[in-house]
């Protein structure tokens, strides 16, 4: 019997439940923070989040909107403000055309992303997902009991997939593909010639959807933006995700959204119908006024996200054994550490993979990293660079010292 079939006979839990995997980045969050609550002073470098404060604007936005008695449920899909200044930010970024009835407003991109899987994905479909991907990917489409087919990117091409890799991959049963650009965990990005490509393949195969996962778009250090929503012979098949987390520092308020096809869009709003309703009322206000005030305050931290990347890329040189690619956007670094598999720890431990490595970092130095093998690469290590520069040159000095004794 496999480990899942002796778990069902003796838990009363679903056998969905039992087949997924736990957020591998929020776990490590939680053992880092667990570690911090005994004493120990952790640097947490797992959880990808701005450490930056939500600028002022939006905050009064909240208050105001609190002060206005702004307290009641919204119409599901998000309040038609919301929805009409995103089609306006779809407009003025990405020259995308919307009309506010393909737009569902979600708590967090996270709960857009799980819409537009559950809403499409039937049982057995296939779902090809560029590796390495998002942690919460793979888990959502088993949650949709669909099929997740990775599709390696080399090293070589920055982990991004080819145009002729989708081509291969792609099967009768292929319902949807799932990227994010820039990409967490690698920081790679599509540029427009080869997006093009990748609507090329998607335009001679009409059964095949796309959900591209665009929530890193202001935290790009190439300049460029491409969204695949832009080639218009597949544009209809694209779904376009987005939020603010990221862009505007809002983790906590949770909000997000997607874009797509009319008929698409009445699905997920139909899905978030029965499970959350609309997103919180106060963060939708919030939301119209950071949309609103425009890039200004997200292009300062993403900035600041370039600087630490580099000094990150300055400090890891320094590290053998860490080869880290150049990442283009989003804040992480995710190494080849493939090195260290085999050595000896002090305490007479072998590092047999990632994980152990993770783990050892995190109980020798004191510096929370998440293992490759959740995003699909199980010979890397992703650190989030979205922590402060003194932060950073410490985790880094820590990290080489811990190295060095295996
Ligand atoms: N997509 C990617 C690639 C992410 O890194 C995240 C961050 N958790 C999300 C989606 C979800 O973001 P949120 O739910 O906070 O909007
Ligand atoms: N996107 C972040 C990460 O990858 C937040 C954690 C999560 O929601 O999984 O670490």
Not at 37 to 45: C, E, Q, R, S, T
Not at 181 to 195: I, M
Request: contains cysteine; charged residues 20%; glycine residues 6%.
């Amino acid at each position: 019997m496999s480990d899942t079939a002796t778990l069902a006979a003796v838990s009363p839990l679903s056998d969905r439940l039992l087949a997924m995997n736990e957020s591998a980045t929020i776990a490590m969050a939680k053992k880092g923070r667990e570690l911090a609550a005994k004493g120990f002073d952790v640097i947490n470098l797992s959880f990808g989040e701005p450490d930056f404060q939500t600028p002022q604007y939006i905050k009064d936005a909240a208050k105001q909107a609190l002060d206005d008695g702004y307290t009641f449920y919204t119409p599901v899909p998000g309040i038609p403000e919301l929805r009409q200044a995103i089609c306006v930010k779809f407009k003025r970024d990405n020259n995308l055309d919307f009309l506010p009835n393909q737009i569902v407003v979600s708590t967090g991109a996270k709960q857009a992303l799980a819409n537009a899987v559950l809403s499409l994905v039937n049982p057995g479909e296939e779902v090809i997902v560029f590796s390495p991907y998002w942690v919460s990917y793979e888990e959502m489409v088993k949650l949709a009991e669909g099929v997740p087919v990775p599709l390696v990117g080399t090293l070589e091409n920055n982990y991004k997939a080819t145009a002729s890799q989708l081509e291969a991959a792609i099967t009768p049963r292929t319902k949807l593909i799932m990227y994010s650009s820039p990409c967490n965990p690698t920081g790679a990005v599509f540029s427009r010639e080869e997006l093009g490509a990748i609507a090329e393949v998607l335009a001679r195969h009409p059964q095949v959807y796309a959900l591209a996962d665009e929530i890193y778009e202001y935290i790009n250090f190439v300049g460029e933006h491409a969204s695949l929503a832009n080639f218009d012979e597949i544009k209809d098949r694209v779904i376009t995700v987005n939020g603010f987390s990221k862009g505007y520092a809002m983790t906590g308020w949770r909000l997000g959204y997607l874009a797509a096809r009319a008929d698409i869009a009445a699905a997920c709003e139909k899905m978030q119908g029965q499970v959350t309703s609309g997103t919180c009322s106060i963060a939708q206000r919030a939301g119209v006024a950071a949309l609103a005030g425009g890039r200004a305050s997200s292009d300062a931290m993403a900035a600041a996200y370039r600087r630490r990347r580099d000094l990150v890329l300055e400090a890891v040189k320094d590290i053998p054994g860490l080869n880290t690619p150049t990442p283009s956007g989003a804040f992480y670094i995710f190494p080849v550490v493939s090195a260290f598999f085999g050595r000896t720890a002090p305490d007479g431990s072998t590092i047999r993979d990632s994980s152990d490595l993770a783990l050892f970092l995190l109980n020798d130095a004191y510096v929370s990293s998440v293992s490759g093998e959740a995003f699909g690469a199980p010979e890397c290590l992703r650190f989030s660079t979205a922590a402060a520069d003194e932060k950073l040159v410490e985790a880094f000095r820590r990290i080489k010292v811990s190295l060095a004794k295996l």
